[in-house]
C-alpha cells in the first residue's frame, strides 16, 4: 500500500512569490491535515480537510490556504512569502477526521526555503 | 490557546540505559495521547498512544503513563539501542474536532 506522497519534496522561492504544495494521502483515506515544522516550534498545526471540507483551523494567518479535492488529494498554498516561512511542511492522512480517532501517517515533508 | 510542553529538549543516553521524556498539557478535556517518532529526514511516526482511561501501555521497550489528574504523560524507553535514535514528539487530542497539538520534541541520541 502507498503511503503519502508530498511534492515538491524542496523548493526555494523569494519573499513576495506565493506556492503550492501538494498532498496525496494513503488510499482509502479521507483526512487530510497539514503542519509546519520548524527548529524552534516544532510541529504546529496548520488545517485539516476531510471530504474536502476544512474541518479544523489552526492559529495561522490568512496567507495560508488550502483545499482538497474529491480524491481526497489535497493542496496548500502560501501567499507572499515571508523569510519566517521556511519550514519543513508535512502532510498526514487518516481514516476519519481528527487526530483522536486514530493514527496520523505522515509524508516526508515539502521543505520550503524563503529567500 | 490550549499547549503541550515537552521536556527534555534533548537527551543523550547510553546504549542499553532508559530514557524517559516527559510532557504537560493544558486542555483538561484531552482524551487522547500519541508518541510519534522522526527519523532525520522521514516523516514522524506512530510508536504508541493512550487514552485517558488507561493509566499504562507498554509495548516491548516502550511504555508510556497518564496522570490525568496532573495533566503529564511520559514515555518510557528501556535498553535503549542506536537505532532509537531520533526525535520524539508527544501530542494531546483538543478541541470539539479532536485535531492534535505536538509538543516541541526531544532529540535522543544513544551512544553505542
Known amino acids: 500500500k502507498a503511503g503519502v506522497t508530498q511534492t515538491p519534496r524542496y523548493l526555494i522561492k523569494t519573499r513576495g512569490q506565493q506556492v503550492t504544495l501538494s498532498c496525496s494521502p494513503i488510499s482509502g483515506h479521507r483526512s487530510v491535515s497539514w503542519y509546519q515544522q520548524t527548529p524552534g516550534q516544532g510541529l504546529q498545526f496548520l488545517f485539516e480537510?476531510?471530504?474536502?471540507?476544512?474541518?479544523n483551523k489552526g492559529n495561522f494567518p490568512g496567507r495560508f490556504s488550502g483545499r482538497q479535492f474529491s480524491n481526497s488529494r489535497s493542496e496548500m498554498n502560501v501567499s507572499t512569502l515571508e523569510l519566517g516561512d521556511s519550514a519543513l511542511y508535512l502532510c498526514?492522512?487518516?481514516?476519519?477526521?481528527?487526530?483522536?480517532?486514530?493514527?496520523?501517517?505522515f509524508g516526508e515533508g515539502s521543505r520550503l526555503t524563503v529567500l | 490557546g490550549e499547549n503541550v510542553e515537552q521536556h527534555p529538549s534533548t537527551l543523550s543516553v547510553q546504549e542499553g540505559d532508559s530514557a524517559v521524556i516527559k510532557c504537560t498539557y493544558s486542555?483538561?478535556?484531552?482524551?487522547?495521547f500519541p508518541w510519534y517518532k522522526q527519523e532525520l529526514g522521514k516523516g514522524p511516526q506512530l510508536i504508541i498512544d493512550i487514552r485517558s482511561n488507561v493509566g499504562e501501555k507498554k509495548d516491548q521497550r516502550i511504555a508510556v503513563t497518564l496522570n490525568k489528574t496532573a495533566k503529564h504523560f511520559s514515555l518510557h524507553i528501556t535498553e535503549t539501542q542506536p537505532e532509537d535514535s531520533a526525535v520524539y514528539f508527544c501530542a494531546a487530542d483538543v478541541g470539539s474536532q479532536g485535531n492534535l497539538i505536538f509538543g516541541k520534541g526531544t532529540k535522543l541520541s544513544v551512544k553505542p
Open positions: 480537510y476531510f471530504s474536502e471540507t476544512q474541518r
Open positions: 486542555d483538561s478535556a484531552s482524551n487522547y
Open positions: 498526514a492522512s487518516s481514516l476519519n477526521v481528527g487526530g483522536r480517532t486514530g493514527e496520523l501517517f
